[in-house]
């Protein structure tokens, strides 16, 4: 295999709301790509959709019956029209209020993507002949199809150019989230002008939180103030808070909903996870310590939070820029106040050959 790192943009048209879709079969030059390079970057710009971990998939045999398996726990943890903060439309003052008459009420489908594992950005080992699938949780509101976004960047090698160091100032709140891409932190601009200096036409940047930081986790997602600092905190705080007002077993005896949800929603749980010992082949013992961990303690041992994020490179508008959907902001979630004061982030440029 040889050749200068090669680039693909095109669009996708999801089928459903829901969807799981193999872009080898949507777009052959994809697999002509996967055939030519060692590598493949594989980039989602939308806050809903995206991919998950080589490994996670190859662990579900690259069936999408078993995706279905896998997400559903995460969906039915979040299931629609739960009361979200963000889904409250009249309360979103970042929006006109044209935009508030057509603005989809996804809050479940953002916390499925932060919870779930899924990520803007993964690298794959190419393997001409196995499904690569862009997940999508939200594509299609009131019967208008969304038209998604991605890039498949291939490459042989990854080189790595410089690595920095950030400092973000810690929240004093011990639950809470921080837009890294506020201007105020001046992390964007450091980027971008390490970026010039590097002269990298395609690779990624990696933001990864220092081996010392504990009680924390890095996303990309979109930093709206109600998901942010609401919904997703009452997950920290509680993991099944939505499931409990939403499930399926709490219209059972209306009169006693306040006493029971939460019970409900424990047994809910177990049939979740039922599914995902299935699908994924986890030992009974590992489950009853899963169970075990879930119902006692925050999210944060639960959801799969992330300890880091990658910001893909191209050059194809003629000079070196991070590809990023409108949007997208890496985001650094924390359940417990940092000792320090401060967060402390690794930052690693990269260039593919």
């Known amino acids: ?48 959709a995206g991919y998950l971990d080589q490994k996670i998939c190859a662990r579900l045999n690259h069936c999408p019956d078993s995706l279905h398996t896998y997400l559903r726990g995460f969906r039915q943890l979040f299931p629609p029209d739960a009361p979200y903060r963000h889904d409250q439309i009249h309360l979103r ?20 993507f932060i919870s779930s594992g899924l990520k803007n950005c993964v690298s794959y080992e190419t393997r001409p002949d196995t499904p690569v699938y862009f997940i999508d949780l939200d594509g299609v509101y009131e019967s208008q199809v969304r038209r998604r976004r991605t890039t498949v960047i291939g490459y042989n090698r990854e080189v790595n150019a410089t690595r920095t160091t950030f400092v973000v100032p810690a929240s004093r709140h011990a639950v809470d989230s921080i837009n890294l891409k506020d201007p105020r932190l001046g992390l964007f601009q450091m980027l971008r002008e390490e970026l010039r200096r590097q002269g990298i036409e395609k690779g990624r940047i990696r933001i990864q939180l220092a081996g010392s930081e504990t009680h924390v986790g890095l996303t990309m997602n979109e930093y ?36 029971k949800t939460i019970n409900y929603a424990k047994y809910d749980l177990v049939q979740v996870v039922n599914e995902l010992v299935d699908v994924l082949g986890i030992s009974d013992t590992v489950l009853e310590r899963f169970v075990g961990q879930f119902l006692t303690v925050t999210a944060s041992r639960f959801l799969r939070m992330e300890r880091t994020v990658d910001l893909p490179i191209s050059d194809r508008k ?16 924390q359940w417990n106040k940092s000792e320090s004061g401060d967060r402390k982030l690794d930052i690693t440029f990269s260039r593919f050959v």
Not at 101 to 109: F, I, V, Y
Not at 231 to 254: C, I, S, T, Y
Request: glycine letters at 4%.
């Open 93 to 112: 003052q970042e929006l006109s209020e044209e935009q508030k008459q057509c603005e989809p009420r996804n809050a479940d489908s953002h916390l499925t």
């Open 318 to 333: 003629g000079s070196s820029e991070i590809l990023e959907g409108t949007y997208q902001s890496p985001i650094l979630l």
């Open 1 to 48: 295999m040889g050749g200068l790192p090669t680039e693909i943009n095109f669009t996708l048209s999801p089928q459903d709301r829901f969807d799981v879709i193999d872009v080898t079969k949507i777009k052959s030059d994809v697999k002509d790509l996967l055939e030519s390079f060692n590598k493949a970057l594989f980039c989602s710009l939308h806050t809903t």
């Open 224 to 259: 709206e103030t109600l998901l942010m600092r609401h919904d997703l905190a009452e997950v920290l705080h509680n993991p099944f808070r939505f499931m409990a007002e939403k499930g399926r077993n709490m219209w059972r005896d209306p009169r006693a909903i306040p006493n």
